[in-house]
Structures are given as C-alpha cells and as structure tokens.
T-cell receptor, first 111, second 114 residues
C-alpha cells in the first residue's frame, strides 16, 4: 500500500515551458487535491476533484489545469511556466470526511 | 470570510516540557478542524481531527487538541515534548464541509531544546 505518490520529485523548467505533475493514490479515495506550498504561507489549494471526471478551482487556480480521467490519478498541468510558479507542490487524497493523506511533494523551479 | 490564524510562527521548548501551539479560526458555521505535522522535506501527516463529536480530541504521538467554540480556538498540546516532535505544524479549517473552502494556517515551527 503506497498511499499517495507523486512524480517527479524535482523539476527545473525554463519560463514558458510546460509540464505535467502526476499524482496517484491506492486508497480508493473519492477526493483529490493539488496544493502549492510557499515559505511562510502554509498550503494553498490550487484545484481539487470530488470524483472521477470532475474538477474544480481552489484558491489559486490561475496558470494551472487539472484532469482526473481515472479515480486513482490526478494530473496537474502547467501550460506556460512562470517564475512565480516556483514552489513545492503537494497532492493529497481523502474520503468524504476530509482526512487528507499527502504525497511527498514535487519541488519545481522555474528560471 | 473564513480564516485561520496560527498565533506563533515559531515555538521553542525544552525536551520533556509541555507544548502549546495556538490556532484561532473564524467560521460562520461549525467547521471541521484538523492539525497536521510536516517533518523537514516530507509531506504532511494528519495528527488529529475535530468534527463536533467531542471537544477534546486525542491524536497520534501523544498530541491532543481542545475545541473551544466561545474562544474560536483549537489549540494543540502535548504534555511532554520529545526531540522527534521538532517539525512544522499546520492548523486547517474546513467550513461548510466544502472542499473548496479548505484553509491552511501559515504554520508553526516547533523546535525542541535538549
């Protein structure tokens, strides 16, 4: 039982490049989330999903897109990376009672 | 607007002494409240959760938190700190039981002195 896994662990992008972060969970959770963590700001919700095929915006969705084609996977895309998107990205999953299980994070640097 | 405030950005205690990490929230409705811990370069781990069943909530690793509606507080405590408790702690509020309203506090870094 791996819990929540994230791929890749580290990435460096140049401004304007695109990339996709993959999150996978094996706990059969309905809900999945993408957050970014910046120093002194806690975690901020980017997008979330309450079920396969559904996604919704969180607090800071601009510049990101997501897809949830399979219940166990939640993808976060950056179409045109900007330096302001340099951050640590965390994926999480939960049942409907919101106890979230987090992945180990992806450290993204945009130069 | 809903919000959560962690009153201390950094707390330092000696090993074996009590720990108090403070969290205040504002919410129009009875919220779900959580504490998470994040060790360096790791993901977050759930410590405990309040959902109105009992005002005193016990979590993992000897931590507990008390929900005080009159004070809109959900402070985290532990009777005796251990070196392994050194980490960042986050208070989280979910008002209306809505995923779109999840709010993280800015975190409290707990340091333990030998």
């Amino acid at each position: 039982n791996a819990g929540v896994t994230q791929t890749p662990k580290f990435r460096v992008l140049k401004t304007g490049q695109s990339m996709t972060l993959l999150c996978a969970q094996d706990m059969n959770h309905e809900y999945m989330y993408w957050y970014r963590q910046d120093p002194g700001m806690g975690l901020r919700l980017i997008h979330y999903s309450v079920g396969e095929g559904t996604t919704a915006k969180g607090e800071v969705p601009d510049g990101y897109n997501v897809s949830r084609l399979k219940k166990q996977n939640f993808l976060l895309g950056l179409e045109s990376a900007a330096p302001s998107q340099t951050s640590v990205y965390f994926c999480a999953s939960s049942s409907r009672t919101y106890e979230q299980y987090f992945g180990p994070g992806t450290r993204l640097t945009v130069t | 607007a809903q919000s959560v405030t962690q009153l201390d950005s950094h707390v330092s205690v000696s090993e074996g002494t009590p720990v108090l990490l403070r969290c205040n929230y504002s919410s129009s409705y009875s919220p779900s409240l959580f504490w998470y811990v994040q060790h360096p370069n790791k993901g977050l781990q759930l410590l405990l959760k309040y959902t109105s069943a009992a005002t005193l909530v016990k979590g993992i690793n000897g931590f507990e938190a008390e929900f005080k509606k009159s004070e809109t507080s959900f402070h985290l405590t532990k009777p005796s700190a251990h070196m392994s408790d050194a980490a960042e702690y986050f208070c989280v509020v979910i008002p209306y039981s809505s995923a779109s309203k999840i709010i993280f506090g800015s975190g409290t870094r707990l340091s333990i002195r030998p």
